[in-house]
């Protein structure tokens, strides 16, 4: 069995009566060769993106973070089947915004691209990836537990304020190393 976060793993064990021996996790990684452009961030975020197809305009969710970047002065756009536009080319589109909110690939992808991710859940919103929450977040594939806390705007505003631009340029130059889809290539033709 073939999961891509620890929480799938357990996850699975548990519902499926599988043991957790016979599951493998391996994580999910990112093609740097397509997303190869990496943005050098400001000293404050000016841009930022929802990433995401979960939540719908009108979600609690959506709401705290369009109030959180509107306290912090960071203009917001959003894509996804929600909201009108789906991106077909990411690589093209990330590289534009200064800090990103999404989760999985989606958050693996803008990481890649230098961008400050802020991850998502399907009911709330997370931390700020940073080089000090890296390891148990990437063994998540950067989601957050289902049963979170209700979104805040408040505690959205607090990861927004965490931003370093020389923390997220750290951290997307070990997305690039630790996640590069063709690293892994070897490893998924043994599994």
Same mark, same amino acid.
């Given at each position: 069995?073939?999961?891509?976060?620890?929480?799938?793993?357990?996850?699975?064990?548990?519902?499926?009566?599988?043991?957790?021996?016979?599951?493998?996790?391996? @994580?999910?990684?990112?093609?740097?060769?397509?997303?190869?452009?990496?943005?050098? @961030?400001?000293?404050?975020?000016?841009?930022? @993106?929802?990433?995401?197809?979960?939540?719908?305009?009108?979600?609690?969710?959506?709401?705290?973070?369009?109030?959180?970047?509107?306290?912090?002065?960071?203009? =917001?756009?959003?894509? /996804?089947?929600?909201?009108?536009?789906?991106?077909?080319?990411?690589?093209?589109?990330?590289?534009?915004?200064?800090?990103?909110?999404?989760?999985?690939?989606?958050?693996? %992808?803008?990481?890649?691209? /230098?961008?400050?991710?802020?991850?998502?859940?399907?009911?709330?919103?997370?931390?700020?990836?940073?080089?000090?929450?890296?390891? !148990? =977040? !990437? !063994?998540? +594939?950067?989601?957050?537990?289902? +049963?979170?806390?209700?979104?805040?705007?408040?505690?959205?505003?607090?990861?927004? %304020?965490?931003?370093?631009? %020389?923390?997220?340029?750290?951290?997307?130059?070990?997305?690039?190393?630790?996640?590069?889809?063709?690293?892994?290539?070897?490893?998924?033709?043994?599994?």
């Amino acid at each position: 069995y073939l999961a891509v976060s620890t929480t799938l793993a357990e996850r699975m064990a548990i519902e499926s009566n599988i043991p957790p021996a016979d599951i493998t996790v391996l @994580l999910n990684a990112v093609d740097v060769a397509r997303f190869s452009q990496v943005r050098t @961030l400001p000293a404050r975020p000016a841009r930022a @993106l929802f990433f995401n197809s979960r939540h719908d305009d009108d979600s609690p969710t959506v709401s705290a973070i369009r109030e959180a970047t509107a306290r912090c002065g960071v203009a =917001l756009d959003f894509v /996804g089947a929600p909201f009108g536009p789906v991106i077909v080319r990411p690589e093209h589109v990330l590289p534009g915004y200064d800090v990103v909110f999404a989760s999985g690939i989606s958050a693996i %992808e803008a990481l890649a691209c /230098g961008c400050a991710v802020v991850i998502l859940g399907r009911t709330s919103c997370g931390e700020l990836v940073r080089s000090d929450n890296f390891d !148990r =977040l !990437r !063994r998540v +594939n950067f989601s957050i537990a289902v +049963n979170s806390p209700p979104p805040s705007a408040a505690k959205i505003a607090v990861e927004l %304020e965490r931003f370093s631009a %020389e923390d997220a340029a750290a951290v997307s130059a070990r997305v690039r190393h630790e996640a590069d889809f063709h690293q892994s290539v070897d490893t998924l033709v043994g599994i």
